[in-house]
């Protein structure tokens, strides 16, 4: 996700390899700024990082750790608002109103719904969504099959106006006891009065705790000169910006926070609805260093996965009971963590992996479909016994599935085969096997000196 920017610190820091060599600092906080002019972060952002990170490394002796953590200081620095939310806060009243505001086509309408499914899943909260952009006519259909999808509760009616729709989605959340409501507003695509005005009415009727600007990150400079407009006209109180994974450079995030004087608060980083990450800057620098970002993976996986079952699962692959059923489950439960490659960004060390693994969709791969239609095809006693499968009933499999054969032979191979390496590593010493396998795979793991 920020594969250009981590790549231009890391060949920074690589320049730095001897105590009090002021002629390497320079080399490497000239190839930083190039770098950073590239990745699209605002000039004025790049000449205040340079500068400060400069200074302080002078101050400290140069070295390879302290430039590493003048680094770290002045990018937290940037990316934070004293005193500003981080991520998503609740008012200290329910329900908590949030209007989400945008130009058409940034992504808004989906967006929406992956806050919903944040808020449902990870947080637990009981969410209403209210569609209240009447302008594009496909806008109240999407989120019909968006809030269907993630089972969340919607209010919407072509016909009546937006602040009518507002106001009877307010009064349902009031009288149901609803967390959040989240208010889907029109967008244009440009900057217009007319925009404005509609807004402007929507906010005085909804009187938001939270007004979410969402900009498209592929937009680059222009997603932080709307958001300035919005911020003027309608004033904003974080931004979210989409479609990250399609921007290669990433460098609109890195100085949006100070050029708009709003705190970036999520990032929607995948096209699924478990896609979308709280931006915390302390752990967005962890990630930008190459470290990974441990606490948003474990807030994730907390929320997906069900502690008992999770221990129901270990004790079955410690006892190499591990089935095609279980099998289908874990496939379940990782679908609401999300991409793989926002999965292996969170991992300390496993940045390059997550670049190799692009836009894999581990759901849909070719080998994921046929390990499915071949499951499909057994009998619940060949599920949980996959040891019954004889010639006889592998034909069975081949015919019902559309594979052949070999294909059933290769596959139900593969799966003993991860079914055992499952089972030495639940072990005694079977994490310390995996981290020397990961090291051994990505040659090492993230900055050295990098602190957490």
């Known amino acids: ?61 140069v070295g390879k750790d302290n430039f590493l953590k003048a680094l770290q200081d002045k990018l937290t620095d940037i990316l934070t608002i004293e005193g500003a939310p981080k991520g998503f806060t609740f008012a ?108 402007a009415e929507v906010k005085k009727v909804a009187n938001p705790d939270e007004l979410f600007y969402v900009a498209d990150a592929m937009t680059g400079q222009d997603a932080v000169r709307t958001a300035q407009t919005f911020k003027d006209k309608i004033g904003i109180t974080g931004v979210i910006l989409t479609k990250f994974d399609g921007d290669s450079k990433g460098g609109v995030a890195l100085g949006l926070t100070q050029q708009v004087g709003v705190p ?19 752990r967005i620098v962890s990630r930008l260093m190459g ?47 999300g991409s793989m490659k926002s999965i292996m960004g969170m991992i300390p060390g496993m940045g390059n992996m997550a670049k190799q693994i692009g836009d894999m969709d581990l759901e849909n791969s070719d080998e994921i479909k046929m390990i499915k239609a071949m499951v499909s095809s057994m009998t619940p006693k060949e599920r949980e016994n996959p040891d019954l499968l004889n010639n006889t009933r592998k034909r069975r499999l081949a015919a019902g599935s559309g594979l052949s054969q070999m294909q059933v032979n290769r596959q139900l191979k593969q799966f003993k085969s991860a079914a055992k390496m499952a089972k030495k590593m639940s072990g005694k010493g079977g994490m310390k096997q995996m981290q020397d396998m990961m090291k051994q795979m990505q040659g090492g793991g993230g900055f050295p000196g990098m602190t957490r």
């Open 1 to 61: 996700m920020f594969d250009t920017l981590t790549d231009s610190f890391k060949n920074a820091i690589g320049k730095i390899r001897f105590h009090d060599d002021e002629k390497a600092l320079k080399k490497a906080t000239a190839e930083l700024k190039k770098s950073l002019l590239k990745a699209d972060v605002h000039h004025k952002v790049v000449k205040d990082l340079i500068s400060s990170v400069e200074l302080e490394t002078k101050k400290n002796g």
């Open 92 to 199: 200290s009243k329910p329900p908590t109103v949030v209007l989400m505001i945008g130009l058409q086509g940034s992504g808004k309408t989906t967006t929406t719904g992956k806050l919903a499914y944040f808020l449902k899943e990870q947080k637990k909260k009981k969410v209403l969504v209210v569609a209240a952009d009447l302008q594009r006519l496909a806008a109240v259909e999407q989120l019909r099959q968006i809030t269907s999808q993630i089972d969340v509760d919607l209010v919407a009616d072509e016909n009546a106006k937006p602040t009518e729709i507002v106001k009877r989605g307010l009064k349902k959340a009031e009288d149901e006891l609803y967390d959040v409501v989240l208010i889907d507003t029109a967008g244009r695509l440009a900057i217009d009065d007319e925009l404005m005005d509609e807004l």
């Open 264 to 282: 970036l608060r999520f990032i929607g980083a995948g096209e699924k609805m478990p896609d979308l990450e709280q931006f915390i800057p302390d």
């Open 291 to 337: 470290a990974g970002d441990v606490e948003s993976l474990a807030e994730k996986a907390a929320a997906a996965i069900d502690p008992k079952e999770a221990k129901r699962m270990t004790q079955k692959i410690k006892k190499g009971q591990f089935n095609f059923n279980d099998f289908l489950d874990q496939m379940e439960q990782m679908k609401k963590l």
